[in-house]
């Protein structure tokens, strides 16, 4: 799966939104001093992949 591309970044806020696969979901922060994040589908919030957040803000 390909990780999902940042739309915008919101600092100060839990969830970013982005586009995963052609679909809106929502990447709540879950490790901040690791840079990780959890994309989530935005309808029932299942777990879909877990990506750096560093490769979101490169893109």
């Not at 901040?32 to 957040?53: A, G, S």
């Amino acid at each position: 799966m390909k990780a999902g591309r940042a739309q915008e970044i919101m600092q100060g806020n839990d969830y970013i939104p982005v586009v995963f696969n052609g679909k809106n979901v929502m990447l709540q922060d879950i490790n901040e001093p690791k840079e990780e994040v959890t994309v989530y589908e935005c309808d029932n919030h299942e777990n879909v992949q877990i990506v750096p957040l560093k490769k979101l803000k490169e893109k």
